[in-house]
């Protein structure tokens, strides 16, 4: 059986998540960003204690189709950004479609109902964050920021970075981490 879950996010939230079902006496047999298949075919006895659980930490099992698809939208884009350092050999409409096996348009319209905002908005959000990330950690430059995001130019990465957050990336660094947001808030 699979089941879907809300707001994972990185591999910590897949430790706990595991932690958690298996602290449920269930048998995950394999634990991906919202998405679990577990050996049992059923959980309807426990799906109550489940959520409780599941929610006490931050996450939620989605049930609706459509909350599952932009779950699955939400969870490839942050692991792009996050764990792919967003190396794309292809637009992202196409990554999206290839990935989920759907229409993009079907998927663009389907995000923008439920989310109020564009996959591409949600997208330049989550790029934000990383920046925001590594100008916090102080290793990189912004020319090697530009570079690792896949950023056309520091120009083009300093201009969307103020137009999302009011700030140039010089002046957020001098502030530190005061304004960034943990990713299940985007």
Same mark, same amino acid.
């Given at each position: 059986?699979?089941? &879907?879950?809300? %707001? !994972? =996010?990185?591999?910590?939230?897949? !430790?706990?998540?595991?932690? @958690?079902?298996?602290?449920?006496?269930?048998?995950?047999?394999?634990?991906?960003? *919202?998405? @679990?298949?577990? !050996? +049992?075919?059923?959980?309807?006895?426990?799906? +109550?204690?489940?959520?409780?659980?599941?929610?006490? &930490?931050?996450? /939620?099992?989605?049930?609706?189709?459509?909350?599952?698809?932009?779950?699955? #939208?939400? %969870?490839?884009?942050?692991?792009? =950004?996050?764990?792919?350092?967003?190396?794309?050999?292809?637009?992202?409409?196409?990554?999206?479609? /290839?990935?989920?096996?759907?229409? &993009?348009?079907?998927?663009?319209?389907?995000?923008?109902? =439920?989310? *109020? #905002?564009? #996959?591409?908005? &949600?997208?330049?959000?989550?790029? #934000?964050?990383?920046?925001?990330?590594?100008?916090?950690?102080?290793?990189?430059?912004?020319?090697?920021?530009?570079?690792?995001? %896949?950023?056309?130019?520091?120009?083009?990465?300093? %201009?969307?970075?103020?137009? =999302? $957050? *009011?700030? $140039?990336?010089?002046?957020?660094?001098?502030? *530190?981490?005061?304004?960034?947001?943990?990713?299940?808030?985007?």
């Amino acid at each position: 059986m699979t089941i &879907y879950i809300k %707001n !994972m =996010v990185c591999s910590r939230c897949k !430790m706990v998540v595991k932690s @958690i079902l298996e602290g449920q006496g269930l048998h995950p047999v394999q634990v991906e960003l *919202g998405e @679990i298949e577990l !050996m +049992e075919e059923e959980i309807s006895s426990i799906k +109550e204690q489940l959520i409780r659980e599941l929610q006490s &930490y931050g996450f /939620d099992l989605l049930d609706d189709k459509k909350t599952r698809i932009i779950e699955k #939208i939400k %969870n490839r884009i942050t692991d792009l =950004v996050q764990n792919q350092n967003n190396q794309l050999d292809r637009t992202l409409s196409e990554y999206l479609s /290839d990935e989920l096996h759907q229409d &993009y348009s079907a998927l663009s319209n389907l995000f923008s109902e =439920v989310e *109020g #905002i564009t #996959i591409e908005k &949600y997208y330049i959000l989550q790029k #934000i964050e990383k920046v925001k990330e590594l100008l916090v950690y102080d290793e990189l430059t912004l020319s090697e920021i530009a570079f690792q995001l %896949n950023y056309s130019s520091v120009s083009y990465l300093s %201009n969307q970075f103020k137009k =999302v $957050t *009011g700030l $140039t990336p010089s002046h957020f660094k001098k502030l *530190g981490t005061i304004k960034r947001k943990p990713l299940e808030e985007l």
